[in-house]
């Protein structure tokens, strides 16, 4: 009854910027870490950023400085804004939020179905 779904993927030029989101719906008690994943063509899924319901962020150092990511607890929404965009920085995008349900007494993680981020000239 957890739905985890990202927007905001799309083809941008190398320096340009996009804003992805990612929400949860459902019979949601509390969402503790959420995180944006990516995997690029040919490589393994890997960590970019994550956030905690406290505000306390990581970044992987290939996007330190370029990525924000940010939260809206309220709405149960993270959020991805990335500026200086480079061709590396193509993947697929993958949101996970640790949450818990009113149906159990630990936390599960979800994901969402991922989006496209294509950097390229």
């Known amino acids: 009854q957890v739905k985890v779904v990202e927007s905001g993927g799309g083809l941008v030029q190398p320096g340009g910027s996009l804003r992805l989101s990612c929400a949860a719906s459902?019979?949601?008690?509390?969402?503790?870490?959420m995180a944006w994943y990516r995997q690029g063509p040919g490589k393994q899924r890997e960590l970019v950023a994550n956030?905690?319901?406290?505000?306390?962020?990581n970044y992987a150092d290939s996007v330190k400085g370029r990525f924000t990511i940010s939260r809206d607890n309220a709405k149960y929404t993270v959020y991805l804004q990335m500026n200086s965009l480079k061709a590396e920085d193509t993947a697929v995008y993958y949101c996970?939020?640790?949450?818990?349900?009113?149906?159990?007494?630990?936390?599960?993680?979800?994901w969402g179905q991922g989006t496209q981020v294509t950097v390229s000239s």
């Open positions: 996970a939020a640790d949450l818990r349900t009113y149906a159990t007494t630990y936390n599960g993680r979800y």
């Open positions: 459902g019979n949601i008690f509390s969402i503790n870490v």
């Open positions: 956030i905690g319901s406290g505000g306390g962020t």
